[in-house]
């Protein structure tokens, strides 16, 4: 079996709320999480594309949702999706006002924009219980749609053990642990993406990525 691999990634634009994004005419795929979590490594690392998304050196500065349109290629078939980076949460240091519009752009979008379909939620391998991120697990579950999936991917897990990835796993087994250091778990957020989006059927794990997840 191949791997679903993404051939082209682009940035198209950049919105302040739903009122300005682009047309809900193709499907998208929420990148959500903490400001410090990893969202613009992941992001390029998925597409293999080193500066596709601009990390800032100051958390919680990229206030914009930002819209991505890539291609994936599996089996010799073409899967248009989008990707959707959206402002990390929590941090604290954005003024009132702007949080306070912020966050109400930020929730309209994420309630009512039709074409998502698929919520990946960053969270950071090392704080897996941290308040904030099982307040918007939590809020996301009241909303949720049947055609939309919520998928909890555990960022930063080269910096765990053995004994401490091991652990994750039993508490959170419906989630994938990603290592953007040592490039594991992403070929599982691919299959998943299709998967949600396409309906392709995945009954089949990649076997190259099993012993890197559980490496010491």
């Not at 959206?86 to 006002?97: E, Q, R």
Request: net charge neutral; no cysteine; glycine share 4%.
């Amino acid at each position: 079996m191949s791997s679903p691999r993404i051939v082209e990634a682009d940035f198209i634009k950049s919105a302040q709320s739903i009122a300005d994004s682009l047309p809900e005419d193709m499907s998208e795929v929420v990148f959500l999480g903490r400001s410090n979590v990893g969202k613009s490594s992941t992001l390029n690392s998925l597409t293999n594309r080193k500066n596709l998304a601009k990390s800032s050196a100051t958390p919680g500065k990229t206030q914009l949702i930002n819209f991505f349109e890539t291609r994936y290629l599996y089996n010799e078939e073409s899967y248009p999706v989008r990707f959707v980076d959206l402002p990390g949460f929590g941090y604290a240091k954005v003024s009132k006002t702007l949080k306070e519009v912020w966050q109400r752009n930020l929730v309209e979008f994420i309630e009512h924009r039709v074409s998502i379909r698929l919520f990946i939620h960053l969270r950071d391998a090392r704080h897996p219980h941290a308040k904030i991120d099982d307040d918007v697990e939590a809020y996301i579950s009241e909303f949720i749609r049947p055609d939309q999936r919520y998928l909890t991917v555990f960022t930063k897990t080269d910096k765990l053990n053995q004994k401490e990835r091991a652990k994750l796993k039993r508490e959170f087994p419906g989630s994938i642990t990603l290592s953007n250091l040592k490039k594991s778990g992403h070929e599982r957020v691919h299959r998943e993406i299709l998967q949600t989006i396409f309906g392709v059927d995945e009954e089949e794990r990649s076997q190259e990525e099993l012993p890197s997840d559980r490496a010491g």
